[in-house]
């Protein structure tokens, strides 16, 4: 549960003052349509009530001054001196800052002290909530005017070139654009995005999000080794991106690698699967999510390789244990799966996945149901 009070304290200790105010970005779920939107595709997202929340205030000198509530480590750094490839939990808080000079915004210092409750390396987007929150703050109080979608844009900007993770703007949409009660379908080329209800209570449903605590990471080799194939076959069928294959067979056909024609089959079926769901969800059909969610897993699993043996027993042991469908969420190597559930399962089916965990002997997982919440903004 965050604390407030303990981030102002923190606060005030740093700065001398009270902050200027309190900006959240929040985690989120990725419903459906995972590692489709590097590709130009279709993703519906839902954010989280966990969330990154930063106090914040202008100084008087020329610095950037950092502090994290959970590591109790402070950064500092003149906001003439950000270099892009800064790692560590800084760098996110940095990178929005950097980015905002570089896109023509015009900021000045400031000290920003930072907590979080959305479990980290775990699928939620704890590195968009950070920056999502971080853009909120400096927009209000460099008086901004920025659009939500460019504010993703440049969340996701400094988690690509400051950081150095080459994501799609998935988690960064989600977590400025979302609304509660609702889900994002978002299209990643022309960057339409339509609020889904997702009235889960109302039709007997609630999603279990299970934390496999199998930690990932996107600057990790893999996700970026994904990203080049994607763009490798794209080029090889003489495509702008893989959104645009509109006969897969005849795709497959022309690549001779098998490695790429995974790939290029998870990332096209996925994308039917998300406009699938969308019409469902938009339609109020939700019970027809969970066979979607079952075949997503496994083309995550089969085609694009990217679950690993704690999230696919997860997934399996939720099935098994009653869940109406489950797959893994995030960016892979780990993390988080969701499990659709009636209302009330998703205790005992989290109970029945920590059994088959300490069989196994994997540690202990962590979950929580999940309720549609509101995207970034401030909140004291």
Not at 110 to 119: E, K, Q, R
Not at 279 to 293: D, F, I
Request: hydrophobic share 40%; charged share 25%; glycine share 10%.
């Amino acid at each position: 549960m965050l604390d407030p009070e303990s981030l102002r304290t923190a606060y005030v200790e740093i700065a001398g003052g009270e902050p200027e105010g309190l900006w959240f970005g929040p985690g989120r779920v990725n419903l459906i349509g995972e590692h489709t939107d590097y590709n130009d595709g279709f993703v519906l997202p839902f954010a989280l009530e966990k969330k990154a929340v930063v106090a914040a205030g202008r100084r008087s000198d020329d610095l950037l001054v950092m502090y994290s509530l959970e590591l109790q480590e402070r950064v500092e750094v003149p906001l003439a001196g950000l270099e892009p490839g800064t790692g560590g939990w800084s760098g996110y808080l940095a990178g929005v800052v950097w980015a905002l000079q570089v896109s023509g915004h015009t900021v000045g210092p400031a000290t920003l002290v930072l907590t979080s409750d959305v479990p980290l390396g775990a699928g939620l987007s704890s590195s968009a909530a950070i920056e999502c929150a971080v853009v909120a703050a400096m927009c209000d109080l460099y008086d901004l005017d920025i659009e939500p979608m460019d504010r993703a844009k440049i969340a996701r900007l400094a988690e690509n070139s400051y950081v150095g993770a080459p994501t799609g703007l998935l988690d960064q949409a989600a977590s400025t654009l979302c609304e509660e009660d609702f889900g994002l379908f978002l299209d990643c080329r022309s960057l339409e995005a339509v609020h889904v209800p997702l009235p889960m209570a109302e039709q007997g449903f609630e999603m279990l999000v299970l934390d496999t605590k199998t930690p990932h990471s996107h600057v990790d080799g893999e996700y970026g080794a994904r990203r080049r194939s994607c763009e490798e076959a794209a080029a090889i069928l003489g495509i702008p991106a893989l959104r645009d294959v509109t006969d897969l067979d005849d795709a497959l056909s022309r690549l001779d690698d098998e490695v790429l024609r995974k790939r290029v089959r998870h990332v096209v079926s996925e994308n039917s699967r998300t406009l699938e769901a969308y019409e469902v969800a938009r339609e109020g059909r939700l019970a027809e999510l969970a066979p979607l969610l079952d075949a997503s897993h496994a083309s995550m699993r089969d085609d694009y390789e990217i679950t690993v043996d704690t999230v696919d027993l997860a997934v399996d042991t939720a099935r098994a244990a009653g869940a109406l469908g489950a797959r893994m969420t995030g960016g892979g190597f780990g993390g988080c799966i969701i499990a659709l559930c009636r209302t009330g399962a998703g205790d005992s089916i989290a109970g029945r996945i920590a059994d088959a965990f300490n069989e196994a002997g994997h540690g202990r997982p962590e979950w929580f149901t999940a309720t549609p919440a509101e995207g970034a903004g401030r909140l004291s």
